[in-house]
């Protein structure tokens, strides 16, 4: 499910796609700081199967042109995915569904798509060094569809699109794209996340910060194993 005139953004890659995967893999990550709050992860359309997933990062259909999971599911911690839930019901209070193109990252994947773009487009990435709001299963990306005919709503930019047009304050192109845009960030802002200047679709879970930095695999999720 695609926007109406969405085109993939394709980042100039660093290296070859076999080498960032390769790399990712022998990576290690960093010790964190002890998180206040235990893991508690939950896959999302268990807890709403009315949610839609559109994982990205399990195609090649993402900004590099290749996939880095094994599998098209989400999760969140249990708080995030049950706000998350809340979000759904504000939307189909305007017709609209939630369309969810990534949730939890684990960490090797970040530490991959920081190897991946040049430095100038940073701001669309996150630092392994310090461990990402995705990482810690506290952040979502999405968008909205339409109930009525089943199709995503038209954005001022494609997801992850790294220019200006992705940013929340771009005040250009069509006037319904960016009313669509604002109305997503308000459903999500009343239901306890965070927008993200940089990205319209990105929110963080507003306690992001009390959770774990983890690189977890999706199965081993699956089978309940916890950091």
Same mark, same amino acid.
């Given at each position: 499910?695609?926007?109406a005139?969405?085109?993939t953004? %394709?980042?100039?890659l660093?290296?070859?796609?076999?080498?960032?995967?390769?790399?990712?893999?022998?990576?290690?990550?960093?010790t964190?700081?002890v998180?206040?709050k235990?893991?508690?992860?939950?896959?999302?359309?268990r807890?709403?199967?009315a949610? %839609?997933?559109?994982i990205?990062?399990?195609?090649?259909?993402?900004?590099l042109?290749?996939?880095?999971?094994p599998?098209?599911?989400?999760?969140?911690?249990r708080?995030?995915?049950?706000a998350?839930?809340h979000? %759904?019901s504000?939307?189909?209070?305007?017709g609209?569904?939630?369309?969810?193109?990534?949730a939890?990252?684990?960490?090797?994947?970040?530490?991959?798509?920081r190897?991946?773009v040049?430095?100038?487009?940073?701001?669309f990435?996150?630092?392994?060094?310090?461990?990402? %709001?995705h990482n810690?299963g506290?952040?979502?990306?999405?968008?909205l569809?339409?109930?009525?005919?089943?199709?995503?709503?038209?954005?001022?930019? /494609?997801?992850?699109?790294?220019?200006?047009r992705a940013?929340t304050?771009?005040? /250009?192109?069509?006037?319904?794209?960016?009313?669509?845009?604002?109305l997503?960030?308000?459903?999500?802002?009343?239901?306890?996340?965070?927008?993200l200047a940089?990205?319209?679709?990105?929110?963080?879970?507003?306690?992001?910060?009390?959770?774990p930095?983890m690189?977890?695999?999706?199965?081993?999720?699956?089978? /309940?194993?916890?950091?």
């Open positions: 499910m695609t926007g005139g969405e085109d953004f %394709r980042a100039p660093q290296l070859a796609p076999d080498i960032l995967l390769e790399r990712a893999a022998a990576a290690r990550m960093p964190f700081p998180a206040r235990p893991a508690d992860m939950v896959e999302i359309t807890i709403d199967p949610i %839609r997933l559109d990205r990062y399990a195609t090649a259909g993402n900004f042109g290749f996939p880095v999971y599998e098209a599911r989400a999760f969140l911690q708080p995030a995915a049950m998350l839930s979000a %759904r504000l939307a189909a209070q305007h609209y569904g939630l369309l969810v193109y990534d939890y990252r684990p960490w090797h994947v970040s530490y991959l798509f190897q991946a040049p430095e100038t487009l940073y701001d990435v996150g630092d392994p060094a310090t461990g990402s %709001r810690r506290c952040a979502v990306d999405l968008s569809w339409n109930l009525s005919d089943g199709r995503a709503v038209a954005m001022p930019s /494609g997801f992850d699109e790294m220019t200006p940013h304050s771009y005040a /250009g192109g069509c006037a319904e794209a960016r009313a669509a845009r604002d997503l960030a308000r459903i999500m802002c009343a239901s306890g996340f965070v927008p940089e990205e319209w679709w990105h929110f963080d879970y507003a306690d992001w910060q009390d959770y930095v690189n977890l695999s999706f199965a081993a999720i699956g089978r /309940g194993v916890t950091p």
